[in-house]
T-cell receptor
Framework: NAGVTQTPKFQVLKTGQSMTLQCAQD?????MYWYRQDPGMGLRLIYY???????DKGEVPNGYNVSRLNKREFSLRLESAAPSQTSVYFC?????????????FGDGTRLSIL | QQPVQSPQAVILREGEDAVINCSSS?????VHWYRQKHGEAPVFLMI?????EQMRHEKISASFNEKKQQSSLYLTASQLSYSGTYFC????????FGTGTRLQVTL
C-alpha cells in the first residue's frame, strides 16, 4: 500500500538551478495538490489539480509550475530556484473535491536552496 | 485567509483533556482535522461537514458550529501518542490550513 509517493526525499540546489519534484498516487484519486510547509506557517497550497487535465493556482503559486501528467502523477517544477523556496514540499491526493474528502499526504521533499 | 487556531501550544500530562479551537472569517463548507508528528506527513483525523454530526476518532472528537464558523477538537484522556501538531483545514473549495497547535503529552 504505497499511497502517495514523492521523490526525491531530500534535495539541495544552488540559486538559479531548476528541478522537478515528482508525485504519484496509487489510490485512483481524482484530485492532487502541492503544498509547502514553512516553520510557523502551516501548509500553504501552491497548485492543485481537481481532475486529470486541469490545474489551478493556489495561495502561493509564484515561481512554480505544475503538470498533471496522467491520473496518477502530478509534478511540481521550480524553473529558477530562489532561497525563499527553501521549504518542505508535500504532495497530497483526494478522491474528489477538497471540501468533503480527506487528503492523503506523501512523506514530503525537503528542499534547500543555497 | 488562514483560519486561526488556539492555543498555539499546549503541554499535558498523560490522561488529561485538551481542547483546540479553529475559527474562520469565511463561511465554511467543511472543517478537516489533521495531526502531524515531527518529521512526518500530516495524517487525516476527521472531516466535519455543514449540517453533519459530531465526529470521533478513537478518544478524539470534534464539533463544528456553522453559525460561528468555528470548530473545536476535543482530546480526552490524552495518551503519549497524541503528541504532535494539530492542523485544522477549512474548506470553501480548496482546503486552507491553520498554522497549527503543538501538543505535547508527558508522563
Amino acid at each position: 500500500n504505497a499511497g502517495v509517493t514523492q521523490t526525491p526525499k531530500f534535495q539541495v540546489l544552488k540559486t538559479g538551478q531548476s528541478m522537478t519534484l515528482q508525485c504519484a498516487q496509487d489510490m485512483n484519486h481524482n484530485s492532487m495538490y502541492w503544498y509547502r510547509q514553512d516553520p510557523g506557517m502551516g501548509l500553504r497550497l501552491i497548485y492543485y489539480s481537481a481532475s486529470e487535465g486541469t490545474t489551478d493556482k493556489g495561495e502561493v503559486p509564484n515561481g512554480y509550475n505544475v503538470s498533471r501528467l496522467n491520473k496518477r502523477e502530478f509534478s511540481l517544477r521550480l524553473e529558477s530556484a530562489a532561497p525563499s523556496q527553501t521549504s518542505v514540499y508535500f504532495c497530497a491526493s483526494s478522491a474528489g473535491k477538497a471540501g468533503n474528502q480527506p487528503q492523503h499526504f506523501g512523506d514530503g521533499t525537503r528542499l534547500s536552496i543555497l | 485567509q488562514q483560519p486561526v487556531q488556539s492555543p498555539q501550544a499546549v503541554i499535558l500530562r498523560e490522561g488529561e483533556d485538551a481542547v483546540i479551537n479553529c475559527s474562520s472569517s469565511k463561511a465554511l463548507y467543511s472543517v478537516h482535522w489533521y495531526r502531524q508528528k515531527h518529521g512526518e506527513a500530516p495524517v487525516f483525523l476527521m472531516i466535519l461537514l455543514k449540517g453533519g454530526e459530531q465526529m470521533r476518532h478513537e478518544k478524539i472528537s470534534a464539533s463544528f458550529n456553522e453559525k460561528k464558523q468555528q470548530s473545536s477538537l476535543y482530546l480526552t484522556a490524552s495518551q503519549l501518542s497524541y503528541s504532535g501538531t494539530y492542523f485544522c483545514g477549512t474548506a470553501t473549495y480548496e482546503l486552507t490550513f491553520g498554522t497549527g497547535t503543538r501538543l505535547q503529552v508527558t508522563l
